[in-house]
C-alpha cells in the first residue's frame, strides 16, 4: 500500500508540474504580457532585419542586416552556434531542446520582463558592439552591453526592432545587388568583414 501511495503522489506531482509554465516551452515571441514600454529608435539609426546568413567559403558565416529598402547590407561576421540560432529564429523554427538563445529568452519571460528592442551601435578594433534592452517586471528599464549576433537572435525571438547605426550601415555596408556575384555562396560578402565576436 505504501508503495502505491508513492506511486500516486508521483504521478500527480508529474502531471502538476507538467501542467505548469516550467515545463511548458512558451513559444518564440511570445510576450510576457502587454506592453508597457514602446521601443523607440534613437536618433541616428535605422530599423533593419535580416536579409539573410550566409556560409563563407572561406569558413565561417556572415549575417547581413538591411533596412527596409534592401539596397545595402550590413556583413556581420559570426560563429556557427550563433548562425544556426539566427537562422533557425528567422525561419520561425526551434530545435525540439533549447538552444542557449531560447533559455535568454525563457529566462527574461520567468523573471517577469521582456526585451523591447537591440541595437547594433559601434564598430570598435573591427569588433561590433551592441545593445539588449529589456523591460523588468517593474515597468524599469535594463540597458546591457551585447554581441550583435545575440541581439539579432533575441530581436528576432521576440519580435522586437533591430536598429542599427545609420553611419554604421554607410561605411561598411555592401549593395545588396552585388551579392548575388562572384558565383559563391558568400556572394560579394567581403572576405574580412567586421566580426559580432
Known amino acids: 500500500m505504501r508503495f502505491q501511495s508513492i506511486v500516486a503522489v508521483a504521478i500527480a506531482c508529474t502531471l502538476q508540474l507538467a501542467a505548469g509554465p516550467g515545463c511548458k516551452r512558451r513559444?518564440?515571441?511570445?510576450?510576457a504580457g502587454p506592453p508597457a514600454i514602446a521601443a523607440t529608435m534613437?536618433?541616428?539609426?535605422?530599423?533593419?532585419?535580416?536579409?539573410?546568413?550566409?556560409?563563407?567559403?572561406?569558413?565561417?558565416?556572415?549575417?547581413?542586416l538591411t533596412d527596409s529598402a534592401e539596397?545595402?547590407?550590413?556583413?556581420?561576421f559570426i560563429g556557427g552556434t550563433e548562425a544556426t540560432s539566427i537562422d533557425l529564429r528567422a525561419r520561425g523554427d526551434h530545435y525540439v531542446r533549447p538552444l542557449t538563445h531560447d533559455l535568454l529568452s525563457e529566462t527574461i519571460h520567468e523573471l517577469g520582463g521582456r526585451a523591447v528592442q537591440v541595437q547594433v551601435d559601434d564598430l570598435v578594433s573591427d569588433v561590433y558592439r551592441g545593445t539588449v534592452v529589456l523591460e523588468?517586471?517593474?515597468?524599469?528599464?535594463?540597458?546591457?552591453?551585447a554581441r550583435p549576433s545575440d541581439?539579432?537572435?533575441?530581436?528576432?525571438?521576440e519580435k522586437v526592432p533591430l536598429y542599427v547605426r545609420k553611419q554604421?550601415?554607410?561605411?561598411?555596408?555592401?549593395?545588396?545587388?552585388?551579392?548575388?556575384?562572384?558565383?559563391?555562396?558568400s556572394g560579394g560578402v567581403p572576405r574580412r568583414a567586421p566580426t559580432s565576436l
Open 168 to 185: 554604421l550601415l554607410d561605411d561598411e555596408g555592401v549593395s545588396v545587388p552585388s551579392l548575388a556575384g562572384e558565383g559563391s555562396p
Open 151 to 157: 541581439c539579432v537572435a533575441l530581436a528576432l525571438g
Open 27 to 31: 513559444p518564440h515571441g511570445a510576450a
Open 71 to 76: 539596397l545595402v547590407a550590413l556583413p556581420i
Open 136 to 145: 523588468r517586471a517593474d515597468g524599469s528599464l535594463l540597458v546591457m552591453d
Open 42 to 64: 534613437p536618433a541616428g539609426y535605422v530599423e533593419t532585419h535580416v536579409l539573410r546568413v550566409v556560409a563563407m567559403h572561406s569558413g565561417g558565416n556572415a549575417v547581413l
